[in-house]
C-alpha cells in the first residue's frame, strides 16, 4: 500500500466530511493536476489561517476538525491539503521548513519573542512524476490586507511564499529545510515549540480576526 495515499490519524483523508469536501472542490476533471489545483485554491480560501487556533495534540490536528472549524494556522491547512488530495487518490504528504518574516500580528511576535517560525507547513502532491510543493496557508482576504501577493498554485511549480511584499520589501526568507512527512511529526513539532517558545503558542481568548483588522486600517 502507498504510504502517500493512506489515511492516518491526523491526516484521515477517510474521513467523510474530508472526503466529501474532495469531491466537492475537485472541479469537473479527472486530470490529477487539475483536481490538485482546484483543491489547493478550496483550502487556501475557504479556510481561514488563524495562527491563534493553537492545539497541537492529535486530536486538535485532524484535518476533518479543521475543515469542520473552517480555520487553521499553516500546518492544519498543509494537513487539510494533503488529506483531500489522499481522499482522491493523489499521493500526498506533509512538508515543513523554518522561516523568518511569517506572516503574523505584533501582538504574536512579541508573545513568541522571535521572528522565527518553526515547522512552517505546506503540502507537498505528487503530479506528473514529481513532488510539486503548495503553500495553502495565507487566503486571498488576509493578503489583501497586509499588501501581500497572493500565492498561486499551477500544478506544475512548487508553490512557495513570495520572498517580497507587493511593495517590493522583503517579507518571508527560508531558514532551514525539515523534509516532507507521510505524517505529521507532532512529537518533533512539538519539542521545537516546547524549546523554542516557551508555551507562547497556547494562546487564550485572542482573536485573530480582530488583531488583524486593527493592524491594517490604514
Known sequence: MNP???PTTIIDSDHE????????NAGNSTDPEKQAVSLYYAVRDGIR?????FNPTVGGMRASLTLKKRRGWCVLK???LTACCRAL???ARVGFADVKNHLSTQRLREAMKTDI???HGYASIHLNGAWIKATPAFNIELCRRFKLKPLE???KTDSLLHPFDLKGEQHMEYLNDRGEYDDVPLDEISKTFVEKYQGALFLKNWDFDEDVKQ???T
Open 4 to 6: 502517500h495515499t493512506q
Open 17 to 24: 466530511s474530508v472526503a466529501a469536501f474532495a469531491k466537492k
Open 49 to 53: 489561517y488563524d495562527p491563534y487556533d
Open 78 to 80: 498543509a494537513t487539510l
Open 89 to 91: 487518490g493523489i499521493p
Open 117 to 119: 517560525f518553526y515547522w
Open 153 to 155: 498554485f499551477d500544478g
Open 215 to 217: 493592524e491594517t486600517l
